[in-house]
């Protein structure tokens, strides 16, 4: 097979790449699109009211702390 043979000696040229630098961009991109979504959440107060109040707000606020803040407070070692 060719074919395959060239994009295996293709991949192998131009991805090499260790896990530890994939790991490192992986974690770099995250930290990036967290600040961007912090960054654009905080200037848009009114989404912030709307999402917050209400049923909807409080539905929202109780699976965010469930589902997102409680995890990561506890995966940081941080106490109530």
Request: aromatic share 14%.
């Amino acid at each position: 097979m060719p074919g395959v043979n060239k994009a295996v000696d293709l991949l192998k040229e131009n991805f090499t790449f260790t896990a530890f630098e994939i790991a490192q961009n992986f974690q770099d991109s995250y930290g990036y699109a967290l600040a961007a979504i912090s960054s654009g959440l905080s200037e848009n107060q009114r989404f912030l009211e709307i999402a917050f109040s209400g049923e909807c707000g409080s539905e929202f606020s109780q699976h965010m702390d469930q589902d997102y803040l409680l995890p990561f407070a506890k995966q940081q070692g941080l106490s109530d």
